[in-house]
């Protein structure tokens, strides 16, 4: 399967071109989702479209797809099952058409620790603030055994917090939110499952279906990129490869720091280059 996603993030502050058009000044071509990931988009399709009427030993199948950007459930989720079942999948996203073949996965925590209201001035009451200080500490300092050669250790950073209705009430309830970013040597529910075992706040996950990813570098697909110059990486950044549970390799033209950036933009050249490449790594391939 050939995928990539035809979606884009709002535009942020600091467009200098008009982001909703296309703009070209000599190589470049500028404007939102054109790097991330139109340029993939349409370098999958002009590779499809070579390889279609092509003797192949494999079925090949192209699925551009919504909903990449916020992992929805009506994108590559709700697609997949229709198509029957897939052996490998070349994922179309900004890597300078290197091969990123590990992912690091995502888990969004909920945290609630409990206590109970008493009045701030008198040695009443359980602070759930300071309870969750303690748990929140845990996890600034914990650090995961294993560590991934390719996308290094397990991730975890708290990003918001919320307590108290006044300032004169200890308060009994304190939220907070967890950013964890699993390497492909644990999976989504081991990893809650140790933090769990940690902390005294209850600790909900909004979903676990976001896993880390990873090909084999001896896999023939990788094998024959790397022949052709590629360099394999571990990738840091998440894409649809988290819910498609079959090998997977993320390839695609452009470069990922441009990606959700002002002025984002592609080279004209570098669409060319990737349509080149998928046409060559997957001409004359087979398992």
């Known amino acids: 399967m050939l ?5 884009t993030v709002k535009p942020g502050l600091g ?8 703009v070209q000044e000599g190589d470049k071509l500028i404007g939102l989702g054109s790097n991330d990931a139109g340029a993939s988009v349409v370098s999958l399709l002009a590779a499809f479209l070579y390889l279609q009427d092509k003797p192949n030993t494999f079925n090949l199948i192209c699925a551009i797809t919504a ?12 697609v997949l099952p229709e198509l029957g079942k897939i052996d490998l999948g070349i994922v179309g996203e900004p890597t300078g ?31 759930a603030l300071y309870k969750a200080l303690e748990d929140i500490n845990w996890l600034r300092q914990y650090s995961f055994p294993k560590v991934s050669p390719l996308l290094g250790p397990v991730k975890m950073t708290v990003t ?3 307590a108290g209705t006044q300032h004169n009430v200890v308060p009994d309830r304190c939220q907070f939110v967890v950013d964890v970013r699993p390497n492909e040597l644990y999976q989504n529910q081991e990893v809650v499952a140790i933090i769990r ?12 279906h976001l896993n880390s990813s990873r090909i084999s570098e001896k896999h023939p697909l990788i094998r024959k990129g790397i022949a052709m110059g590629k360099a394999a990486y571990g990738s840091p950044t998440l894409s649809d490869q988290s819910m498609m549970p079959f090998e997977t390799l993320k390839m695609g033209p452009g470069e990922s720091a441009r990606s959700h950036t002002p002025d984002e933009f592609i ?19 087979s398992f």
């Not at 995928?3 to 979606?7: P, T, V």
């Not at 467009?15 to 296309?22: D, I």
């Not at 490449?277 to 001409?283: C, K, P, R």
């Open 3 to 7: 995928n990539s996603h035809h979606d």
């Open 15 to 22: 467009w200098t071109y008009p982001p909703f058009e296309a």
């Open 67 to 78: 909903e990449e950007e916020i992992s929805g459930a009506n994108g590559i989720r709700s």
């Open 97 to 127: 058409m290197n091969l990123a073949i590990a992912e690091k996965g995502l888990i969004v925590l909920d945290g609630t620790a409990h206590g109970k209201t008493g009045h701030a001035a008198r040695d009443e009451g359980e602070n």
């Open 160 to 162: 918001q917090i919320t």
């Open 197 to 208: 075992a940690n902390v005294q706040s209850e600790i909900v996950p909004r979903s676990t």
């Open 267 to 285: 080279l004209v050249s570098e669409i060319r280059a990737g349509i080149r490449d998928y046409i060559e790594l997957l001409t004359d391939f």
